[in-house]
Structure formats: structure tokens, C-alpha cells
């Protein structure tokens, strides 16, 4: 049974660029949210997807984008990169929107130069 | 604004010992609260959850929720140099999975 895997696992950026990370769930899970975590930090949540729909949403700026397939994976797109994006980019995976564990992907590491 | 505080240690704690780690929030409305280890450069890896007053226990490990005073802690039984990590607290407040997160705490096991 895959868990939830990530592409890529490292990613460099050049300032202004966009950028596309992706997700697929763990078999069985419905629902995908994206996190940024900054090195020293906890993930900040960036929005949740359901259905196909942005169901929630964090206090992000709408250069930060995202997409869910009818399979349920997940694409996350990020532009105009600022050198303040660079940071570890998670994806977690769950049954449902609410009330269930989440379970993380390994990550993708985006550095903006 | 909504805030999940975390000692950011370094917590050492020798081997064979309890290592106790502590979690509180602000959202009293808070419902669901988790622990994640977070081995460095590693994704976080949910450990314990718990959602009702009291204790919870999983092997070594035993998660302790008091809502009254919106705290939430884990305590780990006989400490492993492998329990070396960051230890993340995360609230669901909304109930819609929208984790709240502190900033972790790190613990050094001490062979």
C-alpha cells in the first residue's frame, strides 16, 4: 500500500519563476492538504482540497494556487517566486476533510535563488 | 489569532529516561490534538492523536490532554537515542483538518 509520495524531492528556482509540485494520496484517502514549512518552524497550512474543490484556505497570497484530479492527487502551483518561498513544501493526505488523521508525503524541497 | 505554543528546547534527556514534552493552545473550541516526530530534513510522522481528557497510551509513548487548562503533552517511557527529533504539537480548531501548528521542540536523546 504507497503512502503518500511526492515529486520532485528537490527543486531550484530562479526569483519570479513558477513552479509545479505534485501529490498523490494514500490509496483510500480523499482529500489533500499542502503545508510550507520554513527551516526551524512548524508547517503553516496553505489550503486543502476536496472533491476537486479548494475547500480551505490559509493566509497565503493567491500566488499560491492548487489543483485536484478526479484520481485525487494533487498539484500545487506556485508564482512569481520570492526568495521567501524557499521552504520544505508538504503534502498530507486523509480520509475526508475532517475528524481523521493526516499523513505526509516526504516533501519537496524548493530553493529560490 | 489562533496559536499552538511549544517549548523549542533543546530538551536532552539521558537514555533509559522519561522525556516529557508539553503543548498549549489558545482556541479553546479545539477539538483534535496530535503529536508528530520530525527527524531533520524528514517529513513529520504522526505519532499520537488524542481527542478526549485524559491520558492515551501506545507503547511507550502516552499523550495527556486537560482542555480545562488547554494544555496538551507526551510523555516518552524509556528514551531511545532513535527518539532523537523534533516533536511537533498540532490542533485541529475547526474540526475541517485546518492544523494549527507549534514550532516543535527538539529532544536529544543522551546515550
Known amino acids: 500500500d504507497a503512502g503518500v509520495t511526492q515529486s520532485p524531492t528537490h527543486l531550484i528556482k530562479t526569483r519570479g519563476q513558477q513552479v509545479t509540485l505534485r501529490c498523490s494520496p494514500k490509496?483510500?484517502?480523499?482529500?489533500v492538504s499542502w503545508y510550507q514549512q520554513a527551516l526551524g518552524q512548524g508547517p503553516q497550512f496553505i489550503f486543502q482540497y476536496y472533491e476537486e474543490e479548494e475547500r480551505q484556505r490559509g493566509n497565503f497570497p493567491d500566488r499560491f494556487s492548487g489543483h485536484q484530479f478526479p484520481n485525487y492527487s494533487s498539484e500545487l502551483n506556485v508564482n512569481a517566486l520570492l526568495l521567501g518561498d524557499s521552504a520544505l513544501y508538504l503534502c498530507?493526505?486523509?480520509?475526508?476533510?475532517?475528524?481523521?488523521?493526516?499523513?505526509f508525503g516526504q516533501g519537496t524541497r524548493l530553493t529560490v535563488v | 489569532q489562533k496559536e499552538v505554543e511549544q517549548n523549542s528546547g533543546p530538551l536532552s534527556v539521558p537514555e533509559g529516561a522519561i522525556a516529557s514534552l508539553n503543548c498549549t493552545y489558545s482556541?479553546?473550541?479545539?477539538?483534535?490534538f496530535f503529536w508528530y516526530r520530525q527527524y531533520s530534513g524528514k517529513s513529520p510522522e504522526l505519532i499520537m492523536s488524542i481527542y478526549s481528557n485524559g491520558d492515551k497510551e501506545d507503547g511507550r509513548f502516552t499523550a495527556q490532554l486537560n482542555k480545562a487548562s488547554q494544555y496538551v503533552s507526551l510523555l516518552i517511557r524509556d528514551s531511545q537515542p532513535s527518539d532523537s527529533a523534533t516533536y511537533l504539537c498540532a490542533v485541529d480548531v475547526d474540526s475541517n483538518y485546518q492544523l494549527i501548528w507549534g514550532a516543535g521542540t527538539k529532544l536529544i536523546i543522551k546515550p
Open positions: 482556541d479553546r473550541g479545539s477539538q483534535s
Open positions: 490509496s483510500g484517502h480523499d482529500t
Open positions: 498530507a493526505s486523509s480520509l475526508s476533510p475532517g475528524g481523521t488523521e493526516a499523513f
